[in-house]
Structure formats: structure tokens, C-alpha cells
């Protein structure tokens, strides 16, 4: 990563160029290019869409027709203080008034001029005052790339694939003006594809996405998250672009802050089947304990902060335990995560124990003590919060998962302000130069909750957008 | 913050640049003049010794000859699983164990090659699990920067005070090579002074320290902390050294990551004299509450992150209580706080609620149902440890404080690796640059424990300066 000198003559020209196409990066597209300026959209992979492809596309906003329908009374005032909580505050308010203020509006974009369909639901989501989230027709967010995709090709521009960022360039105004790309990029290999210069007469547009599977970035900022945590994203989410901008002058905010899901398995790869199973199955009804003691470690109910820390300072996959009961009770299912043999069946506590080496009267303690706890309703140890449908666990077969956290979101990324400019060390926008959704910082501060993300991709997408015509 | 082009000549050359004059510049000066080289040692305020001056002088260190004749066990593995536990596993394990593994070489260095004197006595500080902290005699960090400089002085060189970094320097090998400074440089007007360059044969070692003053650039970080929050810092803990390494390159590591006091009033500027009655009086035999509710809000002997953040999060200063019989069992001093009006006596509880605007009742009922929890030894609502020799609130005068934290360590900054080198994005070292101190980031974590501050100066600072001769 070295300075490249700005070349005699640019090889192409366009007044916007946006680097990404997930949410956030084809929101700004197709605003740009309704703007009227010429657009090049540049992704790196093969397909295109980034991680929002695999994203489960549900959709918080405030204030939808959706939740008046359902009686539900939601203002951008209430989100924006759950998300400051969540976020412990370290979030910029400025950047979540701002999602706030525009998710609705957008929301009712997707709908009246991208024609995305939402099922006529609206659920409530962990750290979510009220129900406010909102689930695309086909329960996926590939349904709503897929939309802008198909609005893409009808405003004329593409998604130019295999075309990997590697310098941004300023002018000697400190003005960004152009990138160099490589040309028929093989992700990871750097010094794949042809080099080749692209000038940007209004803007570059940043929308890269995270760093969650970048394992050296990411361990630098959080020395836990070695090769031995997978990530729930895809192997594309690297940090080479946000380097790229913090190496260009940008003001780096949150690295830090990588929130892990705790619901994952490390017997399969990525997000997988098992966060069904032990989300809505084993923390509910069934206990989670350390192998290594045979002992309980912490409430299962307990944020995804909280339990993922918990289980990672172990240093080893914890077993999740249920029973028939918990499972007919939950309304979910375990028998995909059986045929994949993520989760297994036990006739018999001592099988358990034996399986996975936990101590076995150790184990036999913990669930007699859970047992109880769930009759008395009330747990003395961790405080978890004892369903009024819970029963004690002694309803064989017992179903086991072992439970190893994923890297699932990275809050941190490059500072931007509300109009969705890039900020300097100094804090002052670096012209020409624009960021929206996971490459960015400060939205959701130390913790993003569940279903903010497409909405802050879209809202800032659409901003950084339009404001490239005034660039 | 633009590129300064390398000058056609310099107008002063050295082999080592040491900027900041703190326990860990001095150091760095010390050992890469012993190993032979010219050094120049800049300094932008007109006294020497940073914020280092006004330290309590207090050193964790393993394994010493003042442990051993207290019969206190202590190893660097001990030392370094301790700041681990504090640093939530965010620390870089590498540079944990050079400190811990330097330390007590280092403090030997202190006392045989300084002169610097310690108290017979080591104190077990909150989070360290058995006591490693050693006492200057004069109970003050000066005493060792005094000895420094004594030294600095007989090895021929001295602080250039008023010279404030404007720019790091690099050669097109991306080798730093110099610095522009602002000769007699009025804190905190940048363009004031005079610019020099000054090149650097060898290296450039900086130790500036933290940011806990710098209210634009901590409140990037943390929002909470704008300039309705104070700091026990001196005002010259600026950001602008740490700015002007990233802009070169460096890798910024955990800038979020702020460390709180929740001792401070805010009746008083800088650390000043109520952490000694809120921490030693207050937080452990009596009771905090929010002034708007009359309640308390958390366990008062909870860490200093946890009641930092409760009492900041409620927006506005809490309310200290402590009664005669508390001062008087601590056996800490309250009487110059009351003569500085930081405390105030009251004779009846009804005269604080009237006094703070504190809901009487409310605040009635928070005092009895704590007296009663002392009573049973047992705190239902925080799972506050009752000391011993604790008894119910009940015997006036009642001594009360204003309770709002000042921002007191910035964990974060940039990286280096253990050989005290400054990494770059791609975690490579950037050559002929080092870095020692509070500018760096990792060492400490999510938090940093207390007496692990001057240690680390001294060990990275000497390790940097050593280095300085291999350059």
C-alpha cells in the first residue's frame, strides 16, 4: 500500500465511481445515476452483491404502515434510543438520527420504486423496545439486491465484477480523483488482474462492507478473533478497502468493536443451520456448560455481547443441551441440524457426559440444580430469566450442539458525517470522497442491533448518492 | 495535516529524534544515548516531563526484592494474566509479555542506574490478584522523571521545551527520516512558533502520551466525552502527535477503548483531592445515588469502567453519602474536601434531598433499605460487597459529594510490536519509527489496571531507544 502517482492520462472516466455491490453501494448507484452523472459500480468478487446476498434480509424502520396495521405505535425517536443503548452510547447520535430520520421514506423506496414485497408481519427483535422489523417476501436480502440489481440494468450502468480497489487517489488539493483497479482480480490474490486507472470528475463512493472474515485485520483490533473463530459472512469480507481509505487520511472509529453471534456451531462453516436450534432452542428451554467443568456459565438468555465473550474466554466450544420437550415446545426444529450431525441425540445424561469428556457428576449437578431452578423460577446463579413454558429438563432424547462463537458484524470502519462524506483526522469531509454501510463507523457504536443493518446500507447508500451530483 | 515535502537540506541533524519528554521519552533518550547516539529530545510545552509530572508514582512489577521480603509470590505470567483479565482479552499478548518480562529488570534499572527511592511497602491495587505495587518515596511519579532528567543532564543532552511535532517525515523508501517542529510553540495554537526541519539518521521515537484532554478527538471515539466531561490529565494530553502517525501510516489500535475515574467531582478541575473521600469513604461505607430519583444506581465498590458509565449515563452528576462513623473507620480524611467546599456536612438526611433537590422520600427509602443491607450482609439490589467493619448510615454530620468522572488513561492509540516499532495497515514495521507510552495502543487492552502506567513508559521507551542504535 503505497503511494501511486496520479497517471499522464486516465485509461477511463466517470463521474462517480462506486466501490461495492451490496446494499449500500447499489443504493448509491442508482441515486447517482438519477442524479444524472455517469456511474461506474466496481465489485471485486465474481458475483455480485457483497455479503447483503446472504444477509436474512429483515428490515428494521420505524413508523411503517406495516406496524400501524398492526396497532403498533413507533416513532424515529424510539429507535434511535434503542440503538444508543445497544450501542452503549458510543454511537455518533448525529449518524443515528439520521438512519432514524430517513428509514422510513427509504423503506417505502424499496417498495414503490424497487418493488420489494414484505410479508405483512412485523417482528420484534432482541434490544427492540417494540416490534419494528420487517421481513422481505422470499425471507432473504437477495431479494431486495436482486431488485436494485434489475433497477441498475434498466438506468443503463452494471456491476463491472472481478475489479478489485487498490489505490485511491487524491489530487494536490487533497481532492479524491480516481482509483486504480485491478482487472480481472482472483480474490484473495492481490496482484491478481491488470492494473488500471479510472478517474472520478465528481466522487468515489466506498461500500465495501466489513472485515468480520479478515482474520489478520481483525485480530489486530480484537486478539481473540484468530483463525480459531470463523466468521458467519463470507469469505469476501476483507479489510483491504478500509485500509485503503485510513491509509488516504480517514479517521478510523471502532475497529474494536466485532460483534460475535453466540449461537453458532463450529461443526459447520459460515452462518449455517445450528443458531436455529440453539437460539431458539437451547437457550430458551435447555442450559449451555463448559465441557471442561460440567458446569453452567452463564444466563443463555443474556445478550449476544455478553454470551459470546463468555464462551470465547473459555477457550473451547461449550455443549448446548435440550430435551424432546424443549424442542415440540419451542415450535422450531432440530431434525436438519441431526441429519447434519450438528446436533446429536442422547437416550441418557451419562451418554452425554461421556461423549463429549465432561466430568459426569458435575453435569448431573448442573441440570438437577437447572432442574430446579426452572421449578422454583428462578435462577440463583446467572439470573436467566425462567420461561413460563419451561420445564425441567428430563425428557429424553437429549439434543446436544457444540456452541463456538462467529464473527457476524464489524461496527467500526472509516468516520463519516450525516451527509455520508468521509471525515479526516481532523474531522473535516475529504472531498470527493463518500462511504455507506459496513465500511463505515459510529452508526451503531458498540453494538448493532439485530435488523438495523440493510436500513443504514440503503439510507446512507441513497445519501452518499445523491449527494455525488453536488460533488 | 497535508504532506510536507522533504526539505532540499535540514537545517539540524541527530541520529535519534525522542518526542515528548514523559517517563517514556526520557527513557528512550537515556538508553539510545548510552547505545552511542546523537539525540535530540523535544518537548511542546515549557516544562519537561508531560503528564508523567503529575503521576502518583505508583509501579506494578512482579517478582522484586520489596515483594520477596513481604513474602509476597509473584511472577510475570501472574502479572500478565492479571492484565489480561483487565484488558478483556484485547491486550496483544506479545506486548503484555514484554512488559511483564522487562519489569523487574526494568524497576531494578529505577533504583541502581536512577537513583529513584521506594517505600518498603507493596500495595495490592484493585484488580491485581496479590500486591505488586511499589511506592516512590515521595509518593509522586516526579521523583522518577526528576532522576531522569538528572541523567539526561549528565549524559550531555537536555529537553528542547516549546517544540511542538507539526510532521513526520518519510524518504520515497517510506523510511521516516525527520520531522517538522514549531520552535517556540505556544500550547495550543498550532501555527504559532517557527517551523525547523530536523532530520533523524537513525529514527524517530514518539512518546506523547494519550488524548484524555483532546475533547474533539476522545469524543470521535466516545461520544460521551465532550467537554461536559473533565479530565485528571494535564491540558496538554492532546491528540495531535498520535493524528500526525496515523496520517503517515501507523495502524490505529483500540482509540475507543477510554478510561474513566468515577472518584472525580466536578467542583474541582484535574484529579484533585475527592477521590480520596469518594473511593476510600464513600464508595466503601456508604452510598451513590442519582439525585433525580433518590435511588442508587450501582454497586459502589463495582470496577471504575462499570461505575463510570452508570453514572455517565445518567446525564448529570451523582451524589456521595458517608456518615461520621464511615470517615472515621476508613481512616481517610475528610475535612479538606469540606474546606474546599467539595464536601458538605449535613445534620439530617432531609437537609441533603432539600440541598441536591434529591425526591426526599425516595431518598429516605434508599437509605434504609441499604441500612438494613448491612445489616443482613447481603445486597439484593447491586450484590454490593458489605465490608466487615461496615454499619448502617446513621450517624450525622452526613458528609456528601458531587460524583462525575473525568476521563484519566486512553488505552488505545497506535500500534507496535515488541520490539517497540510502529506498525503500519499492513502490520509490517514502518522503518526508523517507534513508539513507547500512552501514543500506543494494546498493551492494556479494554482497561488498563492501576500502577501499569509508568511501567510500561519505561519498558517501551527503554526497548525503543536500545533499538535506536540498530536503526
Known sequence: MKNVSLPESWEE??????????FAGLAAAIEAKNA???VIILEK????????????????????????????????????????????????????GTLVEH??????????????????????????????????????????????????????IRVRTRVCLENILKDSDEHVCGVTVREGYQFPDQSSGVRKFIKAKKCVVLATGGYASDVEFRSIHDPRLTDNVDST????????????????????????????????????KFYGIAPEFSDYIVFQFGIMVDPRTGKRIVNELDDRKVMSDTILNTGHPCIGIADA???????YRVDHCLRKDIAKAFSQISDIAEHYEIPSRELMESIESYNSYVVEKLDPLFGKPI?????????????????????????????????????????????????????????????????CAIIDCLVFGRIAGKNAAKS
Chains 1, 2 share one sequence.
Not at 447483503?52 to 429507535?79: C, H, R, W, Y
Open 233 to 268: 459472512n463470507k469469505y469476501s469480507t476483507t479489510a483491504e478497502a478500509i485500509k485503503e481509505a485510513l491509509r488516504i487520511g480517514a479517521m478510523p472509529i471502532h475497529l474494536s468493536w466485532i460483534q460475535l453471534g453466540p449461537w453458532t456451531s463450529p461443526d459447520e
Open 325 to 331: 420437550r424443549g424442542v415440540e415446545v419451542s415450535g
Open 103 to 156: 428509514a422510513a421514506d427509504t423503506f417505502q423506496w424499496t417498495i414503490d420504486y424497487l418493488g420489494v414485497t414484505y410479508r405483512d408481519q412485523v417482528l420484534r427483535l432482541g434490544g427492540h423496545s417494540i416490534p419494528r422489523s420487517h421481513i422481505t417476501g422470499k425471507n432473504s436480502g437477495s431479494e431486495i439486491i436482486k431488485k436494485q440489481i434489475e433497477k441498475i440494468k434498466s438506468l443503463g
Open 13 to 22: 472516466e466517470t463521474e462517480v465511481i462506486v466501490i461495492g455491490s451490496g
Open 45 to 96: 468478487m465474481k458475483g455480485y452483491g457483497g455479503n447483503s446476498v446472504i444477509s436474512d434480509g429483515v428490515v428494521a424502520v420505524p413508523g411503517t404502515t406495516f406496524q400501524e396495521n398492526a396497532g403498533i405505535k413507533d416513532t424515529p425517536q424510539l429507535m434511535l434510543e434503542d440503538m444508543l443503548e445497544a450501542g452503549l452510547n458510543l454511537n455518533h447520535p448525529e449518524l443515528v
Open 387 to 451: 420461561l413460563d413454558n419451561a420445564e425441567p429438563l428430563s425428557n429424553p432424547p437429549y439434543y446436544c450442539i457444540r456452541i463456538w462463537p462467529k464473527v457476524h458484524h464489524t461496527m467500526g470502519g472509516v468516520l463519516i458525517n450525516g451527509e455520508a462524506q468521509v471525515l479526516n483526522l481532523s474531522k473535516q469531509p475529504i472531498k470527493g470522497f463518500y462511504a455507506a454501510g459496513e465500511v463505515t463507523g459510529g452508526v451503531h457504536g458498540a453494538s448493532r442491533l439485530g435488523s
Open 36 to 38: 444524472g452523472n455517469s
